[in-house]
């Protein structure tokens, strides 16, 4: 395995083996990442995990500085899973000067996620296509935890003609449900007991809806007031359509559940994908 710390040795090393498939992570690795890799492996002669926490999606207030790194430990199960190149680039590395051209995701953006992290999208898909253009892979993975910021980056793959596909990966969950996530390791002992109330909520919902439940509205309420009794702090929970994120009608059969909430100083996300009957 390589570890790579420049673009010019990546560029280098890349052109020995230019069939590559691409990871990009911001580190502090678990299994979830590690199903990513093993989907990935598979699919190329060389397959690269990016590590590089990327300043430009968090806001002011968020978590930068304090955001898990745990460089050692992500060598060791990139090492252990047969990862062929580690590119770990330093701040200077990616924005070698501020980073005048940036670019600017749909209405998207505007958003769900978007509206609770104003302009995190722009940083993910800047620092993603930056990405790209240093790794030239013909594929990448995204889980599918991040549900919104695999649709933006899989429309900014279509509408600039990117030559790569782009696969998603089912979410990874704990035995209790509870979603795998890098901040998962914030919460304390009585919140992690707890942390899985997020996704019976949206299991819930889901189950109301392939019954009948057609008032989408009462749904949503209903779920964030139920976490709201217990201590959460709701952002929103959202029935939407999985092709666009726009809002689920009583037509829509293609549905996903999305929500984002606060329990005690850790943000939590989580989506549910639901197939309806058709008419």
Not at 27 to 47: E, F, M, S, V, Y
Not at 105 to 128: N, Y
Not at 252 to 258: A, E, G, P, R, S
Request: aromatic content about 6%; overall charge negative; hydrophobic content about 40%.
């Amino acid at each position: 395995m390589d570890v790579i710390h420049s673009v010019a040795a990546l560029r280098e090393r890349l052109e020995r083996v230019p069939n590559n498939v691409f990871v990009p992570t911001m580190g502090n690795l678990h299994q979830g990442h590690i199903q990513l890799i093993d989907i990935a492996k598979p699919r190329a002669a060389c397959t690269v995990v990016s590590i590089f926490v990327n300043r430009l999606q968090f806001g002011p207030q968020e978590d930068f500085d304090r955001y898990p790194r745990t460089l050692e430990n992500d060598f060791e199960q990139c090492r252990s899973t047969g990862v062929d190149v580690v590119f770990v680039p330093d701040e200077r590395e990616i924005y070698p000067e501020p980073q005048t051209f940036v670019v600017e995701p749909s209405d998207l953006q505007h958003i769900l996620e978007g509206a609770a992290r104003p302009k995190h999208f722009r940083g993910v898909a800047t620092v993603v296509l930056k990405l790209f253009n240093m790794v030239r892979p013909h594929s990448a993975i995204f889980g599918k935890k991040d549900y919104q910021q695999y649709i933006v980056l899989r429309d900014m793959i279509r509408q600039f003609a990117l030559p790569i596909e782009i696969i998603p990966a089912e979410t990874v969950r704990a035995d209790d449900g509870l979603a795998l996530s890098s901040r998962n390791q914030y919460l304390s002992p009585p919140h992690r007991r707890e942390a899985p109330r997020l996704y019976q909520t949206l299991c819930q919902m889901r189950d109301e809806l392939l019954q009948g439940a057609r008032d989408m509205q009462r749904l949503e309420l209903e779920g964030m007031a139920g976490l709201a009794r217990n201590g959460w702090r709701p952002d929103y929970i959202a029935i939407r359509r999985q092709a666009d994120l726009q809002a689920g009608t009583p037509e829509d059969t293609h549905l996903v559940i999305v929500a984002a909430a606060r329990l005690g100083p850790t943000r939590l996300i989580d989506n549910i994908e639901i197939e309806l009957p058709g008419p």
